[in-house]
């Protein structure tokens, strides 16, 4: 990064990207925002499962049969443990912990047996998110073990529930997101700016906020798509003032209030004007 010192891939990073590839961006160089209360809490909340969990795991398993604190290496893995906690796996680019893995049976280069990724999470549901982590997990682990693992499981919630995750075998996603950190992390400019739902939270909120007013960024209208957003660039519109002159009246049918469609132009417009409007059937008018 031209601006600042590239840090490695961790966990941290990796969930920033699944929230805001901007975010990564800025955890890939080293900068630190002001955490929210919100991401606060959601932070206690995991380090609550995590000691619910392990407490779990080490009551049903003789202490022998749980490695903790671990390189992640064949070598290590062959010994066979039944779980590993806080496993770290690192070379130039990467430097990740592995909440936990479990040993199942299945032929690998470590032997009749193979590991599964395990994550700690503190929402009450498990997303597309955690999927697409455990899959991340899962591409690295095949490099060790030479067997890419079926399924992950994620302890998550305040009873700290226990639920198995099916993998995608082709791990197509998680080798798209980790080439995209890759390159990210040797990019001379930051990703295109897009605003979304986890702004409101984030701990660059104000920075980002600030540039997406400097750039009349499109994504400062609420509820435009990203695959929108993307779509009227590639017809030379980037910024609000841009997409404002775009808007044009025409003839509704009249709708149910409940079905009413939003139109960003309209939005766009009344930005660009400072003014409000009305739509009517047949036209708009100023408020």
């Known amino acids: ?32 925002g002001i955490v929210s209360d919100y991401e606060a809490l959601l932070a206690a909340n995991r380090q609550a499962v995590r000691q619910q969990a392990i407490g779990k795991i080490l009551a049903r398993n003789p ?9 992640l290496t064949a ?20 430097s990740l912990c592995f909440d936990g893995l479990k040993r199942v049976d299945g032929p690998s280069k470590l032997g009749d047996f193979h590991y599964v990724p395990m994550l700690f999470h503190e929402g009450r549901k ?36 226990l639920t198995r995750i099916r993998l995608n075998p082709a791990m197509r996603k998680a080798e798209a997101l980790l080439r995209e950190l890759k390159e990210m992390g040797s990019a001379e400019s930051p990703p295109k700016l897009i605003l979304n739902d986890h702004c409101q939270v984030c701990e660059f909120r104000q920075r980002c906020h600030k540039r997406a ?15 929108t957003i993307t779509k009227l660039n590639g017809k030379g519109i980037f910024t609000i003032t841009q997409f404002s002159y775009t808007f044009r009246p025409r003839r509704r049918k009249r709708q149910k209030a409940s079905v009413k469609k939003v139109d960003h132009s309209l939005q766009a417009l009344s930005l660009r004007t400072k003014s409000l409007f009305q739509k009517g059937v047949s036209n708009v008018e100023r408020v």
């Open 126 to 161: 498990v997303g597309k998110e955690q999927k697409l982590l455990l899959e991340v997990y899962g591409l690295l682990l095949f490099q060790i073990q030479g067997r890419v693992p079926a399924n992950g499981l994620v302890w998550h919630g305040r009873e700290c529930k």
């Open 213 to 227: 007013i400097e750039e009349d960024n499109l994504s400062l209208l609420r509820g435009l798509k990203e695959k």
């Open 75 to 94: 070598a290590a893995l062959g010994e066979g443990a039944c779980y590993v906690l806080n496993a770290i796996l690192g070379d130039d680019l990467l």
């Open 1 to 32: 990064m031209g601006w600042g010192v590239a840090t490695k891939i961790t966990r941290e990073v990796l969930e920033a990207y699944l929230n805001c590839k901007t975010k990564a961006y800025l955890k890939l160089g080293g900068q630190q």
């Open 63 to 71: 202490e022998g049969e749980v490695a903790r604190d671990i390189i």
